[in-house]
């Protein structure tokens, strides 16, 4: 019923996306027909962080020019759309609103459903909009600002939580270490580029919960080794590079040894790696080559469909939808929800 195209919208945070999407797994671009995007660093950037309702005023303005943006580029009208899919959460609520009753009333005024999406379950199927997506069953690593889970893909919309952080998350890691080290916000891209000029074993940081058993991850303590390497150093900037550096590598290393875990756990051969972490371009060679050495796959969203975007909204909800979910017209987001 549901063959005309999906309305995505993503403002859990502080980028408003939007996509449309006519879901159609073999076709190329698989049935993507239009994503824009607009990120709000700049405004967030001189408060070292996200200030919730900036960004929640900041989406109000964006999210319909955004919307036309995306209709124009499709050459599409309203009463094209065949549904409308938001995030629902997990995010900031005042955020979320913005997306949940933008959506909400679209599809009430064009007497089409509507679902709410979970950001996470977006970042999972964000592959699926490559060229050559992975079948499930599959293992997927989320790492975002919000999250560090292993997820075994058991179908879409059958997942089973492996792994999930006990404290900071991934992301959280890279901005807060970057930030103590005196790097402007976003600091995770920052640090990312500094540790490209850092020189192989200046600094070493230890590999969190990789010498016991499980699927956990704790990224805080990295933190702190950062912070005593850092204060007790020169602070010169080929220092600040190093110490970037070996924090990258203890955070990839890290990862790469529960993602091993995960897919020895599961008996998996393909992984999926999702969520604003997945754009680290270290990350994605040490897991594509481990991968190639040790016979599994390795799928990787585009750059700018690993953080947040529409079209991971717009995909998810097609999904659903052509299942025939969807949620009776009240407007409900879930700041904290679990997969
Ligand atoms: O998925 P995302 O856009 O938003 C959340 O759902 O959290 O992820 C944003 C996170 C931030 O913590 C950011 O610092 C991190 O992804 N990030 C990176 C890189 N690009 C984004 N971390 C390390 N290296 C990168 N290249
Ligand atoms: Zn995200």
Not at 78 to 92: C, E, K, Q, R, S
Request: hydrophobic share 45%; proline share 6%.
């Amino acid at each position: 019923a549901n063959q005309r195209p999906i309305l995505g919208i993503e403002t859990s945070c502080d980028e408003t996306g939007v996509a449309l999407l006519r879901w159609e797994p073999r076709a190329p671009g698989n049935g993507l027909l239009a994503h824009a995007l607009y990120t709000q660093i700049k405004l967030h950037a001189d408060y070292g962080g996200v200030v919730p309702e900036l960004a929640s005023r900041d989406h109000v303005r964006k999210l319909l020019p955004l919307v036309r943006e995306a209709l124009a580029q499709a050459g599409l009208a309203p009463a094209d759309l065949g549904g409308v899919a938001y995030t629902a959460g997990p995010g900031l609520v005042g955020a979320l609103l913005v997306g949940a009753a933008t959506g909400r009333a679209l599809a009430w005024a064009l007497g089409v459903p509507a679902i709410g999406i979970h950001h996470m379950e977006g970042h999972l199927l964000a592959p699926l909009l490559e060229e050559d997506p992975p079948e499930p069953s599959f293992v997927a690593l989320l790492v975002s600002g919000g999250h560090s889970m292993l997820v075994e893909v058991q179908a879409i919309g059958r997942y089973r939580i492996l792994g999930d952080t006990l404290d900071d998350a991934a992301g959280e890691a890279f901005d807060k270490t970057a930030k103590l080290m005196g790097l402007p916000y976003p600091g995770g891209p920052a640090l990312a580029a500094l540790a490209g000029s850092g020189r192989p074993g200046a600094f070493r940081f230890s590999r969190p919960m990789t010498d016991r058993p499980g699927l956990d991850f704790s990224f805080s303590g990295l933190k702190t080794q950062v912070l005593l390497a850092w204060q007790q150093s020169d602070r010169s900037e080929q220092t600040r590079a190093d110490i970037a550096r070996a924090f990258e590598e203890a955070i990839v290393e890290t990862l790469l040894i529960k993602c091993r875990r995960a897919l020895a756990a599961t008996g998996a051969s393909r992984l999926v790696i999702a969520g604003g972490v997945g754009a680290n371009r270290r990350l994605r060679e040490e897991l594509a080559a481990a991968g190639a050495r040790d016979g599994f796959k390795t799928y990787f969203p585009r750059l700018q469909f690993c953080t947040d975007n529409g079209a991971m909204i717009a995909l998810a909800g097609a999904i659903r939808l052509a299942h025939g979910q969807h949620q009776d017209p009240s407007v409900q987001v879930f700041p904290r929800w679990d997969l």
